[in-house]
């Protein structure tokens, strides 16, 4: 398989065009004959044009690549090498919602044939792609995992805005269903990632090494974040706390706010749902998310106690909210957790107004309900920096001034003008 993949003989195949399923099938594409499938027609003609719909990436990063993009099953049964990159998000009850990865699957069982191989990068419990996966596969296709074709599991570290950690730069964990196909995965992959491969030892061990990796983070800032609210009681700055405790060698260096996304706001909750399912309720990782889950309801307390103080009629009172993306300088809104410091807002009958340089104002209407303002005010009772983006850190105590009255309080939930602010009052977490 690797050979003839290597000779052109055999194309490599991604499934899903997102943030992590274009950027593999580029990087491949420079190497290999790649087919690039996406259900979403509009995204594979702005894909064909070389444009990345997720705008993460340059056009440059389409030239010299050897890419097919398409929406046809009949192309992508010219593949034999098949990478799932779906996206596997939660319902509205932080149940899984396994149904990507399932249609993915479905695909897979219309087209792949004997000697294929199939590798899951998306984000699972452990034993989701063997249990749940592969029977629909092995179902349609009438073919046997192993006898037939081969099954892995390669996590994807794909970090949305990070141009250091790239997928070139990362160590990528490999596995299969067997020895051979264990080798053979690791040697395709080794084409694209330069840092090199870790083998596991199964599946299953892949699957919970990507899944803890986000827990461990969610459950560090759920510290940070629990950490804050229990210093501004004390009227202590929890970053000027953190800083001075960064000094110690070992420390780790996190820090509060709101935990929104693709990754660390969603996939605990794949992990605690298996274990429940096995019977054993999660306390410490379920106890961090029931924290990070609240911090929009307590950010937006916080700013609606200052107002009451100093505005006596709330439904007078106009709040700006600066950032609506899960993190800086990206205009991913997945699981942003702006949308719940919007929506707590609202339900105290305040006016919201919602910025973002690099947000889509259309998306944010469609997953959110909310528009971005275009145009802002200045007599806004209180300002909340959500991100930290690079157009926000030029701002100073004037940009502020002249957005606010005087009795505003700037909210600077990332602590980036600590020290700056002092015509308003300023609240950090």
Same mark, same amino acid.
């Given at each position: ?55 993460? *990436? ?13 929406? @046809? ?89 990070? $141009? =250091? ?12 269903? =067997?020895?051979?196909? /264990?080798?053979?995965? !690791? ?18 061990? !892949? ?15 759920? /510290? ?8 501004? $009681? ?9 800083? !001075? ?6 420390? *780790? ?17 794949? &992990?605690?749902?298996?274990? $429940?399912? /096995? ?6 990782? *379920? ?14 307390? #916080? ?23 899960? #993190?800086?300088?990206?205009? =991913? ?6 949308? @719940? ?8 009958? &305040? ?20 528009? /971005? ?7 806004? =009772? ?8 690079? @157009? ?36 950090? &977490?």
């Amino acid at each position: 398989m690797y050979q003839e993949l290597l000779d052109k003989k055999k194309k490599l195949a991604v499934i899903g065009l997102g943030y992590v399923g274009l950027p593999i099938a580029l990087e491949f594409a420079k190497n290999l004959s790649v087919i690039g499938f996406d259900i979403n027609a509009s995204r594979i003609e702005l894909m064909r044009k070389q444009i990345d719909p997720s705008q993460e *990436l340059a056009k440059e990063a389409f030239i010299g690549c050897d890419i097919e993009f398409t929406n @046809d099953l009949e192309v992508l049964k010219s593949a034999s090498f098949y990478i799932v990159a779906v996206p596997t998000p939660v319902d509205e009850h932080n149940v899984p919602d396994l149904v990507p990865i399932q249609k993915a699957s479905t695909t897979i069982g219309k087209v792949i044939k004997k000697g294929d191989y199939v590798v899951f990068e998306s984000t699972v419990y452990p034993g989701c792609t063997e249990e749940d996966c592969l029977p629909i596969i092995e179902n349609l296709s009438g073919l046997k995992n192993i006898e037939d074709f081969k099954l892995g599991y390669s996590p994807e570290r794909i970090n949305p805005g990070d $141009k =250091d950690h790239t997928l070139s730069s990362i160590i990528k964990v490999v596995s299969g269903c =067997d020895k051979e196909s /264990l080798d053979v995965i !690791a040697k395709v992959y080794e084409l694209v990632v330069k840092a090199g491969v870790h083998k596991a030892s199964s599946i299953k061990v !892949a699957e919970a090494a990507k899944i803890i990796e986000n827990t461990q983070r969610d459950l560090n800032i759920a /510290l940070m974040n629990e950490l804050s609210i229990i210093f501004d $009681k004390m009227n202590i700055n929890t970053f000027e706390v953190l800083e !001075a405790a960064g000094t110690k060698w070992n420390f *780790l260096k996190f820090q509060p706010g709101l935990v929104g996304g693709h990754c660390i706001g969603v996939d605990p909750y794949y &992990l605690t749902h298996k274990s $429940k399912e /096995l019977g054993y309720d999660s306390q410490v990782i *379920l106890a961090g998310r029931v924290i990070n889950d609240g911090m929009a309801g307590y950010v937006a307390k #916080k700013v609606l106690q200052h107002i009451i103080h100093h505005n006596g009629n709330v439904k007078d009172a106009k709040v700006l909210i600066m950032g609506a993306t899960f #993190k800086e300088n990206v205009s =991913d809104i997945r699981n942003s957790k702006i949308a @719940d410091v919007v929506k707590e807002l609202k339900s105290y009958f &305040l006016n919201v107004d919602v910025t973002d340089p690099h947000a889509s104002s259309e998306e944010c209407k469609h997953e959110y309900g909310f528009e /971005l303002t275009s145009k802002l005010s200045d007599d806004y =009772d209180a300002v909340i920096i959500t991100v930290p983006h690079n @157009d926000y850190t030029k701002m100073d105590d004037k940009t502020f001034a002249s957005l606010t009255k005087k009795h505003a309080i700037i909210a600077d939930l990332k602590g980036i003008y600590r020290g700056k602010i002092t015509s308003r009052v300023y609240w950090s &977490l």
